[in-house]
C-alpha cells in the first residue's frame, strides 16, 4: 500500500509539471551566483537548493569553489516564454526535484516563487514542483537576473487610470532567515526600501555557465 501511494504521489508531480512546462521554452543548466560591491564575504558565492520542507527547497550559500557538478542541487534552469508588450523574455528559475524510486531516478520541475510574509518586507524564494500563477518571472540582463515591476503604485492618483510602465528592478540580498523551517544565510528579495532584517546585504544575482 505504500509503495503504490508513493508511486501514485511521482506519478502525479512528474506528469504534472512535465505537461505544463511544455508552454516554456527552457534553457540552462546553469550555475547561480551572487555579487557584492561591498562584502568580500558574499562576493563571488555559489547558491545551492538547500532543504526547506518536504519537496521545498530555498537557495543557500555555498562558498566561492565551483560547485561538484555531479551535484544536483547547485545546477538550475530558466523556462521563458515572451508576453505582448514586453521588450524581453521572462519565465520562472527551476531547479530539478530528483525522486528516487525502486532503483531509478526522476525529476520534477520545480518553479521559483516567492514566500511573503505581512511582518516584514523581506521575501524568501522557494522552489517547489508545479507550474502556479505565483511562479516568480524573472529576466535576463546579459548573465545578471531580475524581476519586472509591472507598475508603480506610487505614481498613482485617485479617479485617475494608471499607465503602466514595466522596469527592471533587483532587489536581491543575503540574509540570515528563516527558509521554510529551517534558519539559514540564504538569497531573498526586499520587496521595498531599506530590509526590515538587519543581517541582510544587497547582491546582484547572476548566471554562470557549468565550467
Known sequence: ??????????????????????????????????????????????LYACHAGAAIEGLCLNGKAVPNMLAAGTQFYWNYTTYQGNA??????????????????????????LQYYSFTNVAVPLFEPGYGSDAAQVGFDNDTIYMLEWFNDSTFVAGQY???????????????????????????????GAPRNPTCEPVTLQKVALP
Open 88 to 113: 524581453a523574455p521572462t519565465g520562472p528559475l527551476v531547479w530539478n526535484l530528483p525522486l528516487s524510486m525502486d532503483g531509478s531516478v526522476t525529476y520534477a520541475s520545480s518553479p521559483m516563487s
Open 1 to 46: 500500500m505504500k509503495s503504490t501511494l508513493k508511486t501514485g504521489i511521482l506519478a502525479a508531480l512528474t506528469a504534472s509539471t512535465t505537461v505544463l512546462a511544455q508552454n516554456y521554452n527552457q534553457t540552462g543548466p546553469f550555475l547561480l551566483q551572487v555579487k557584492s560591491a561591498n562584502n568580500e564575504t558574499l562576493d563571488g558565492q555559489y
Open 162 to 192: 494608471p499607465t503602466q510602465t514595466s522596469q527592471q528592478i533587483q532587489n536581491w540580498h543575503v540574509c540570515s532567515t528563516y527558509v521554510g523551517t529551517y534558519y539559514y544565510a540564504a538569497l531573498t528579495w526586499v520587496t521595498y
